[in-house]
């Protein structure tokens, strides 16, 4: 069985520019989240999909971020205007049956010039 | 304040020693896991312990919920033990996953 998918590893964008991060959940679980992890702040929960409904938008990334379920295979997230301050690792996990017992991507590493 | 806190923040071990890594909590607890990250890498799972104990080779996890804790032991220390080890607590009340700041260990040959 595959594990989750992270596209892609490495993105640059210059500032203000639209970038869109994909990832696809391990085949079968129905639980999906987005984090952020940066040295200083570490881990940081960006949204929580329950069965494709988003159960949590991480609060004060709102504003730039956007994630999105398109089916129960495949998820997104959008950071429109990225800012420099957003360089950091993008992770994503899955899990099944709101067990909450997570299986990791291999991240994106985003860096904004 | 914090709501997950672990301890020690580093250590460094010679090969062959114990090590007792902790996550204390002050949220309420749905799930607790544990994970493996070496730099660069992504997350590994080492244990799913919500409460009681478990165990896989050299490695522990004990949960107990009343006392707001759980621990990893890592038994007989090897070099590719070095990395950092974060716990992850779940308030599935609150749809909440917060993750401490996890344990840098160095294991010295």
């Known amino acids: 069985d595959a594990g989750v998918t992270q596209t892609p590893r490495h993105e640059v964008a210059e500032k203000g520019q639209t970038i869109i991060l994909k990832c696809e959940p391990v085949s079968g679980h129905n639980d999906l989240f987005w984090y952020r992890q940066t040295k200083i702040q570490g881990l940081e929960l960006l949204s929580y999909?329950?069965?494709?409904?988003?159960?949590?938008d991480g609060g004060a990334f709102k504003d730039r971020f956007k994630a999105e379920m398109l089916n129960s295979s495949f998820s997104t997230l959008k950071i429109q205007p990225t800012e420099p301050k957003d360089s950091a690792v993008y992770l994503c996990?899955?899990?099944?049956?709101?067990?909450?017992?997570?299986?990791f991507g291999p991240g994106t590493r985003l860096t904004v010039l | 304040g914090q709501q997950v806190q672990q301890s020690p923040a580093s250590l460094v071990l010679q090969e062959g020693e114990n090590a007792e890594l902790q996550c204390n909590f002050s949220?309420?607890?749905?799930?607790m896991q544990w994970f493996y990250q070496r730099p660069g890498g992504s997350l590994v799972s080492l244990f799913y312990?919500?409460?009681g104990t478990k165990h896989s080779g050299r490695l522990t996890s004990t949960t107990v919920i009343k006392e707001r804790r759980s621990s990893l032991h890592i038994s007989s220390s090897q070099t590719t033990d070095s990395g950092t080890y974060l716990c992850a607590l779940a308030d599935t009340n609150a749809y909440k996953v917060i993750f401490g700041k996890g344990t840098h260990l160095h294991v010295l040959p």
């Open positions: 996990a899955s899990s099944f049956g709101h067990s909450y017992e997570q299986y």
């Open positions: 999909f329950r069965s494709k409904s988003l159960m949590e």
């Open positions: 949220t309420s607890l749905n799930s």
């Open positions: 312990n919500p409460s």
